[in-house]
């Protein structure tokens, strides 16, 4: 009994995904199923797409943003040490 409920949690975890899946190949008509086909076609396909190459612009643009958050950690550490911590 104690090893019943993990194994059928399991079960429902693995075979939700396959649940989600459109199962095209039961649809009659032929327009319909061709359909169903490229539909999913699309979504593998935007699924699999890279992610977009870091350009230069981007990397100066991070290091840019890095740069200015350093600047701000400076003036908080600046006013930070002007406050009395044993008073």
């Known amino acids: 009994m104690?090893?019943?409920?993990p194994v059928?949690?399991?079960?429902?975890i693995v075979a939700t995904p396959a649940?989600?899946?459109?199962?095209c190949r039961f649809i009659e008509a032929k327009a319909e199923r061709e359909a169903?086909?490229?539909r999913q076609e699309q979504e593998l396909a935007a699924k699999r797409k890279p992610e977009?190459?870091?350009?230069?612009?981007?990397?100066?643009?991070?290091f840019d943003q890095l740069q200015q958050m350093r600047?701000?950690?400076?003036?908080?550490?600046?006013?930070?040490?002007?406050?009395?911590?044993?008073?």
């Open 2 to 5: 104690k090893l019943l409920v």
């Open 8 to 12: 059928s949690l399991g079960l429902i």
């Open 19 to 23: 649940a989600a899946i459109e199962t």
């Open 36 to 38: 169903c086909y490229r």
């Open 52 to 62: 977009p190459p870091i350009t230069q612009s981007s990397e100066s643009k991070t």
């Open 71 to 87: 600047r701000d950690d400076e003036e908080v550490y600046r006013s930070m040490r002007g406050i009395c911590r044993g008073c």
